[in-house]
């Protein structure tokens, strides 16, 4: 495999271990980098780590330092770091299984592809795949990585395995802090109906393809007309007038209504000026009578 591994150990699930490697299962999308730069020279500004009184230092005297009071420190070595055992540096060890549905989203921090480390530990990890496919099951445990200790679900995919690190729960906050004041009433069943319906409406398989960063794009644009420019030319976006104010009062049922007509919903609209154009014959006839005088004179 090209890609070189982001971890490297066993997953334990009672007595049974089984060698695998993690590999990150995403990678960053298209984003644009800014630098700051010093406008009256063009100049790019840097930084430089300074110590109060004593001006910019060498990265070899710097260490790491954890502040127990104001202005006080207890400093540790990086070597005393590094040598902090933990049991689940090189091996995850399945301690819990729990249904998918029983982890909330809020939890699910970041996805990577587990494989057999080589060929004697296939026939062990397909069996622990198609035992949490065959149950239905999600397996838990708790891995360190890269300085930092996770806790993680493993779930089959594909001929593989996901893991996903998790978020602890003091990191999470509690949703009915912010749901508190939102009324817990029945909406109106008319308008839930025709919600259903456009939802079933727009109902399609996920295809990530169909997803680009608008914002990306729109800011390499913008890049591209500076460079063109060849010079400081400011260029301004047009303002999108078409933008709802936060007073707008929205007719939900007409919404949902004109939401659902879509292409139908034109036909009316194109009916009523054929209507009007019916009529504008029968108010023609006076122009006729105007055309009278003209013979007598001829």
């Not at 049991?87 to 587990?114: R, W």
């Not at 239905?136 to 990585?145: D, E, F, P, R, S």
């Not at 995919?157 to 893991?163: E, K």
Request: hydrophobic share 40%; glycine share 6%; charged share 35%.
């Amino acid at each position: 495999m090209a890609a070189r591994a982001y971890w490297q150990g066993q997953i334990r699930l009672a007595l049974v271990s089984i060698p695998v490697e993690i590999y990150p299962a995403t990678k960053s999308g298209a984003q644009i980098a800014f630098h700051q730069i010093h406008e009256p020279s063009g100049e790019r500004i840097k930084y430089e780590k300074v110590a109060p009184g004593i001006g910019p230092v060498d990265a070899d005297e710097i260490i790491k330092g954890f502040e127990v009071e104001k202005g006080e420190y207890v400093l540790l070595e990086q070597e005393e770091i590094d040598a902090v055992k933990l049991e689940s540096k090189k091996t995850l060890e399945l301690t819990q299984f729990v249904d998918s549905s029983e982890i909330d989203v809020l939890y699910y921090e970041k996805p990577y592809f587990v494989v057999p480390a080589d060929d004697l530990a296939e026939e062990a990890f397909v069996v622990l795949r198609e035992a949490l496919r065959r149950t239905k099951k999600v397996g838990l445990g708790q891995l360190a990585m890269r300085g930092r200790e996770y806790i993680v679900s493993l779930k089959p995919c594909g001929r593989g395995l996901i893991l996903e690190t998790l978020r602890y729960a003091d990191e999470v906050h509690r949703a009915q802090g912010y749901f508190r004041d939102i009324p817990d009433s029945k909406p109106d069943a008319e308008l839930l109906d025709l919600a259903e319906a456009l939802i079933d409406r727009k109902t399609a398989a996920f295809d990530p393809q169909e997803f680009h960063n608008r914002y990306v794009d729109a800011l390499k644009e913008l890049i591209e007309r500076k460079r063109k420019a060849k010079g400081k030319t400011r260029i301004i976006e047009e303002k999108d007038e078409g933008g709802r104010s936060a007073s707008n009062v929205v007719d939900l049922m007409a919404a949902l209504k004109k939401s659902m007509e879509g292409k139908s919903g034109s036909a009316p609209a194109k009916k009523a000026p054929a209507k009007a154009a019916a009529k504008k014959p029968a108010a023609k006839k006076p122009a006729a009578k105007k055309a009278a005088p003209a013979k007598k004179r001829a």
